[in-house]
């Protein structure tokens, strides 16, 4: 398969793939190359690395010795990226989607604003288990009737940061009160009735992306207008 | 961390009270921290209503 082939992104870690490119015109090399693997694969041999071989990474890292050491490698890199001569990184930078910025809100008086955040609000006890670190999932807190982040209430749970200063005052971590004082003076329209919480340490951009797409949906079902996500 | 934010397409980020309180200032007397926080929503409100 071709690398952005869809089918390339939703197997390359079961199956080997070999990198075929776009054109059919190369697929005389291709099929050469599948044989060559193939046959290792039928003999048990070691497979190699993903350049050598010529099929597309599967996200395995195996440990092993380099000629050089590791400061010296990147020190390499960094002097041929300065003289325009091609390096080859060793870690792939993760290419972002990104997003199209939503536009602008019109009415801040009717508007339905949500509070959102990853910075690992939860309620006291962490009832939906939401993790430190490497967090899978997000956490919905009910906050109908609540004017104030009640520090006995509320915790927050997070690997990367020192958490003893939201602790102490949830309202720092997720801005409620002030909220609430907004929608009292009419200043939005309401204030929506559940804060989306998850953690951002260590977050495998997969996950993050599924996270950040689940909030996103529930609140567009909900009729929400517009977002404060608060970021540690 | 807004560089990183505005990279993925986050263009309507904001400084915040910093990382351990992203809505908060510990070293101010309560009521100023109070204002603080209403004053940055109020910035962060403002921002939603900006074309990027």
């Known amino acids: 398969m071709d690398e952005d082939n869809v089918g390339a992104d939703l197997y390359r870690k079961r199956i080997y793939i070999v990198n075929s490119g776009p054109s059919i015109a190369r697929m005389t090399p291709t099929l050469q190359r599948m044989a060559a693997l193939g046959i290792k694969l039928a003999r048990r041999e070691s497979i190699g690395k993903p350049q050598d071989e010529g099929y597309l990474p599967r996200g395995i890292k195996r440990n092993g010795f ?8 990147a020190v390499d890199m960094l002097l041929a990226k300065l003289r325009g001569e091609p390096f080859h990184s060793e870690i792939a930078a993760p290419k972002f989607a990104g997003s199209k910025p939503a536009a602008p809100l019109r009415d801040l008086k009717s508007a339905v604003i949500a509070l959102v955040t990853d910075g690992g609000l939860v309620p006291e006890g962490n009832p939906d288990k939401i993790e430190p670190g490497r967090p899978t999932r997000f956490t919905t807190i009910p906050i109908s009737g609540v004017t104030s982040l009640d520090p006995n209430k509320y ?3 997070h690997s990367g940061y020192d958490t003893a200063i939201a602790n102490r005052d949830p309202n720092r971590l997720v801005p409620l009160d002030a909220m609430r004082e907004l929608e009292r003076e009419g200043a939005i329209g309401k204030l929506h009735e559940f804060v989306h919480s998850t953690g951002g340490a260590h977050a495998a951009v997969e996950n993050a992306t599924r996270i950040g797409k689940d909030i996103a949906s529930q609140l567009k079902t909900a009729g929400v207008t517009g977002v ?3 970021s540690t | 961390m807004i560089p990183v934010a505005k990279e993925v397409g986050s263009l309507r980020a904001i400084a915040s009270g910093g990382i351990v309180s992203p809505t908060g200032n510990p070293d101010l007397p309560p009521e100023k921290e109070k204002e603080f926080r209403r004053e940055l929503i109020l910035k962060a409100l403002k921002t939603l209503q900006e074309e990027v």
């Open chain 1, 66 to 73: 380099a000629a050089k050491p590791p400061a010296e490698r």
């Open chain 1, 155 to 157: 915790d927050a749970v």
């Open chain 1, 228 to 230: 404060i996500l608060t």
